[in-house]
């Protein structure tokens, strides 16, 4: 399998591997769709180890990850979770969006983040020591719904930690270019968009443009989609609900075309 495509802004790979060789728990932090899951399964790739995502959300309990009892027949089984699979057999495990996962999981990860990398069953009454190939990554977006779903610093500082943020324009529409196949001048004209749109700050938007968005409408352009409309579908609708911050954003959009 190829490795997956990632295009290095600084000095995050050096980083990762040798957080990864000394098995320091790694925080990926920055805005939606600036690569920190491509990261991941890139670095994963690139250091010949199996990855384990787990996309964390408000109904994400320690259960869910740790492992729990089951019914088989006319018994009951212990079943693993993916942390606990990944604690045992030394993969690395990747908490997208941790801060969504409900308290108790960072709980359950507090006794892997520092020297006693163990894990603690409470259901089994076991204590886990975690694989020497075991590697816990996280990743959190500080700027989603600041103050609401913040992590503490007891937790932060278990963490090397790295911002993402977008790339320079070259490297994006380089990025587009290489993940589409769309043309360089397409390339350049979307990535032209999104900086103005990310300079818009008077929008109010929750989110801005994400590289993936532009990934995506390269991808309707590349394959045929008239660009007005594939910039309205893949970039500006999936922004906002607001109808005349849409067309705000449409004109713009279309202008810049």
């Not at 320091?24 to 180890?49: C, N, Q, V, W, Y």
């Not at 700050?201 to 801005?208: A, F």
Request: contains cysteine; hydrophobic residues 40%; negative net charge.
């Amino acid at each position: 399998m190829n490795i997956p495509y990632y295009h290095a802004i600084g000095k995050e790979v050096q980083v990762f591997e040798h957080a990864y060789n000394c098995k320091i728990p790694f925080l990926l932090k920055g805005p939606t769709g600036t690569g920190k899951s491509r990261f991941i399964e890139h670095m994963a790739h690139k250091l010949d180890t199996k990855l384990i995502t787990i996309s964390c959300h408000e109904e994400t309990s320690s259960t869910d990850l740790i492992g729990r009892f089951i019914i088989k027949g006319a018994e009951t089984v212990w079943l693993d979770g993916p942390l606990t699979t990944a604690v045992k057999e030394g993969h690395i495990l990747y908490l997208d969006e941790i801060a969504e996962a409900r308290p108790d999981v960072i709980v359950a990860i507090h006794s892997l983040t520092d020297h006693r990398r163990e894990l603690f069953i409470d259901k089994l009454g076991e204590t886990i020591k975690a694989h020497k190939d075991f590697m816990l990554v996280a990743s959190f977006n500080p700027g989603y719904q600041r103050g609401f779903k913040e992590l503490k610093p007891s937790t932060r500082q278990r963490f090397v930690a790295i911002s993402f943020d977008y790339p320079e324009e070259k490297i994006e529409a380089e990025i587009l270019v290489s993940e589409t196949n769309v043309s360089k001048d397409d390339a350049k004209r979307l990535v032209n968009i999104a900086t103005k749109i990310r300079n818009l700050t008077e929008l109010g938007l929750t989110e801005t443009v994400s590289t993936r968005l532009l990934v995506d409408a390269a991808h309707l352009i590349h394959t045929g989609l008239p660009k007005r409309l594939a910039v309205h579908v893949a970039v500006v609708e999936p922004l906002t609900d607001d109808l005349e911050v849409i067309q705000a954003l449409k004109d713009l959009s279309d202008l810049m075309i």
